[in-house]
């Protein structure tokens, strides 16, 4: 813009007896600043990418300004249409396109003859159909910045491992970075490690179909989570050692150590809390005052032992304000008024499906309590809100 706007002036001073001619321009250009031409020329070509961003892929201005910094070698448009249009042809959508480019905005300058159709060719050659090739790239588009001669190998290594194409698309679809682990740095050397400690076969299974990405950790990272286990006294002859691995994987050391004392607080022995989390690894999502108010609620109102508790730990997964406090207060309404006083199991009511539990303890006393019915849906609304 400084250029053009010197050369206009520059044609003013210039006699009207004669037009400005080439030269004159090269004359006033010659003697203007390299790095203002310079950045005048890099603005107005980070505002064209960012407007084909805009236009052409739906990014915002601040997305598309971002991602034109990555974008220097586009000269026109002829180079990102063309990979649009291949992936259009494949089946992408334009939220597809939009997250691909957003997550990998170099796609747009790869060659469609020489990079994208041979590597959608070769995934095509292990099976994939064009609408599982569009949920791979969208998942991981670190894909669509490696050779295929790297990322096919990978591909059918995870395939092989996990045994079914299904599994492997539910891996990437939960996992964006799944094909850049090394396989003979990463992921062998941790395969290796767990046959030696006997985990292998179903037990291998188990941590693949439920913590695929546990193999994915550093090797010394595993070897420490190792060590864990058997510190908490569970040996690699357990028939529990790769559960227990599985548990403490899903939990941070430092919270792990909060958890357990929280649970110790009440009685439990590490044993109990150990196997607790073998049964149900979710609880190490809950927070500790989540858990906390639960253990409380349970054992002060509900009527339930500790070592209840630990050893039916699936209570603690269940919502406290939507489940637990509104059913407890159904069957504490129902005792007080003659009914359910055989001793209830506490997982009886509180595992029971929504329909079965309001069949069996709302529905039926419909005709003697009708206000039943008002308090269950009351207590569960205001319980949810607070």
């Keep these: ?6 050369f206009s002036l ?6 009207s007896t004669r037009s400005p001619r080439p030269h004159d321009a090269a004359l006033l250009f010659s003697v203007l600043p390299y790095s203002a031409s310079a ?55 334009d939220a597809s396109v939009k997250r691909l480019v957003h997550c990998s905005p170099k796609c747009l300058l790869l060659d469609v003859e020489k990079t994208l159709a041979p590597k959608f060719r070769a995934f095509e050659d292990l099976g994939f159909s064009p609408s599982d090739i569009v949920h791979l ?13 790297r990322s096919v190998p990978r591909i059918k290594f995870w395939q092989d491992l996990l045994g079914s194409k299904d599994a492997l698309m539910k891996l990437f679809k939960s996992n964006n970075w799944v094909l850049g682990y090394s396989i003979k740095k990463r992921i062998q050397p941790n395969l290796e490690l767990l046959r030696e400690c006997g985990v292998d076969g179903q037990k291998l299974n188990f941590i693949l179909r439920f913590h695929p990405m546990f193999i994915s950790q550093k090797i010394d990272t595993l ?43 009440f009685g439990w022995s590490q044993g109990d809390v150990v196997a607790a989390f ?17 253990m409380e609620f349970l054992i002060n109102e509900a009527g339930c032992a500790s070592s209840y508790i630990a050893t039916h730990p699936v209570l603690l997964t269940l919502s406290l304000e939507r489940r637990l406090i509104p059913r407890h207060q159904i069957l504490a309404t129902l005792k007080s008024r003659g009914h359910c006083e055989r001793d209830y199991k506490v997982t009886t009511y509180m595992m029971s499906s929504e329909d079965k539990f309001i069949e069996k303890y709302v529905i039926v006393y419909k005709d003697r309590y009708p206000d039943l019915s008002g308090l269950y849906a009351s207590l569960k609304h205001t319980m949810a809100s607070d």
């Excluded at 520059?10 to 006699?15: I, L």
């Design 1 to 6: 813009m400084k250029r053009l706007l010197c």
């Design 39 to 93: 950045a005048a020329f890099s603005t107005g070509k980070h505002m064209f990418i960012a407007q084909y961003l805009v236009d052409s892929c739906g990014f915002d201005q601040k997305k598309a300004t971002e991602a034109s910094k990555h974008l220097k070698g586009i000269q026109s448009r002829q180079q990102p249409d063309s990979v649009l249009a291949f992936l259009k042809s494949y089946g992408f959508d």
């Design 10 to 15: 520059f044609c003013k001073t210039v006699p």
């Design 137 to 149: 790239a969208r998942s991981n588009p670190f894909t669509t910045r490696i050779k295929h001669e």
């Design 223 to 265: 070897k420490s989570l190792i060590s864990r286990v058997e510190d908490l006294g569970v040996p690699r002859t357990s028939g529990m050692f790769h559960c227990t691995l599985c548990a403490l994987f899903m939990v941070h050391p430092n919270k792990f150590k909060m958890l357990m004392e929280l649970f110790q607080s």
């Design 278 to 294: 073998q049964k149900y690894p979710a609880m190490a999502g809950r927070s500790l005052k989540n858990l906390q108010r639960k």
